[in-house]
């Protein structure tokens, strides 16, 4: 589910990260291949993708989340 949403985003940004999928972890390499490195593209799609890989219920809200502990920020 995380690739497609991340593959969503970068898709509708027009911006393509490297996405390598594995056993329970998906690494994702941001970088402008035109530009020679990182941009500002880079940064606001990492922030997009932190905002929904990361997402959790607010406490007290109708959602409760699952109580696994399955997603995590490498940073």
């Known amino acids: 589910m995380l690739v497609n949403a991340l593959g969503f985003i970068a898709e509708a940004g027009d911006h393509h990260p490297d996405l390598v999928v594995g056993y329970r972890r998906v690494t994702v390499t941001l970088s402008s291949h035109s530009a020679g490195g990182v941009t500002a593209k880079d940064f606001e799609l990492a922030k997009k993708f932190d905002e929904v ?23």
């Open 53 to 75: 890989a990361l997402w959790r219920p607010r406490p007290g809200g109708a959602l409760t989340g699952t109580p696994d502990k399955f997603v995590r920020s490498a940073s």
